[in-house]
């Protein structure tokens, strides 16, 4: 297979290429190269374009040289020339269509009448946007107005409804819960009622007076803590650690002291109707005036059992 050779041309000190040899005999035919200029294929040997004859022009199979040399006459190279320059250079080809053919395929296919068709489609989209933008500017007051006229009946609505359409039985909402109460410290006269205080260490705290009822202090250690009459009716004391705690006076009417630990606890006067007590630890206990179980009081001098 035979390779093509390619040439760069330089005219003065600008060098432009590689080409090959058609396309500089197509573009010097075309007056895109000179026949002064130079050509060369490794760019150290250069000869002008017009020495070379690999590269010179062919018009109809025949190499053409400069016009009106003795190769051929003037008027035969002119001609020939200016055929070649219609065939192959696409800006000044032939234009075929015929300036008498009216018809619609004859229009369409003509620029021109594209063009004219495309500029007038174009106008009339902008003309259709003004008269929108106007249509729109002319009718926005009403548009406001109506709105308007909508945010006025939704506020009579909200204030028809405020105050006519009141529940019959408003329920009261308790915004703090049940157990708000529950985080207080610890102190006299506390109010923990209904509290969770499950396992909580509470040994030799002062909760003389406090409010316990139905307090849970299952598991709770209130070793030697003060319990002077507290009200811990209901309350759950089991597996309570009360050992030496003090309890005089209080009340714990139905609380459930089920293997509560009251060794050496000081129960006098204290109010024990309906609690719970089996499996509880009452060691040394104080009992003197104490209300028992089955309400009867216990003699002066109880200690571990109620006499």
Excluded at 24 to 33: E, K, N, P, T, V
Excluded at 114 to 139: I, Y
Excluded at 157 to 178: C, R
Aim: proline letters at 4%.
């Amino acid at each position: 297979m035979k390779l093509q050779t390619l040439w760069y041309i330089r005219r003065g000190t600008e060098i432009s290429g590689p080409f090959p040899s058609k396309l500089i005999s197509r573009d010097w035919l075309l007056g895109r190269f000179q026949a002064t200029d130079e050509a060369s294929s490794d760019q150290v040997f250069w000869a002008p374009l017009d020495a070379i004859p690999e590269l010179r022009p062919k018009i109809g199979g025949i190499k053409y040289r400069v016009v009106g040399s003795a190769d051929a006459p003037l008027d035969w190279v002119s001609e020939r020339r200016a055929a070649a320059l219609r065939w192959m250079d696409e800006r000044h080809k032939r234009d075929r269509r015929s300036p008498h053919d009216t018809s619609l395929a004859a229009q369409n296919r003509r620029g021109t009448e594209r063009r004219v068709q495309a500029e007038n489609l174009e106008w009339t989209r902008l003309r259709q946007l003004h008269a929108d933008l106007e249509d729109s500017f002319k009718h926005r007051p009403d548009r406001f107005i109506g709105i308007g006229i909508l945010l006025l009946i939704l506020l009579g609505l909200a204030v028809y409804a405020t105050f006519k359409l009141k529940p019959v039985n408003p329920i009261k909402v308790d915004l703090h819960g049940p157990n708000v109460a529950c985080s207080k410290p610890v102190g006299a006269k506390v109010d923990w009622r209904g509290c969770d205080k499950n396992g909580a260490w509470l040994k030799g705290a002062n909760l003389a007076s406090a409010i316990l009822t139905g307090t849970h202090f299952n598991a709770a250690n209130l070793d030697q803590s003060n319990l002077s009459y507290a009200n811990l009716s209901s309350s759950d004391l089991s597996f309570a650690n009360l050992s030496q705690a003090k309890l005089v006076g209080a009340n714990l009417v139905t609380a459930n002291l089920l293997y509560a630990d009251l060794s050496n606890a000081d129960l006098r006067y204290a109010d024990l109707q309906g609690a719970q007590l089996s499996g509880a630890t009452l060691l040394g206990a104080r009992l003197d005036e104490a209300t028992w179980t089955d309400g009867h009081v216990c003699a002066a001098i109880s200690v571990g059992e109620c006499k």
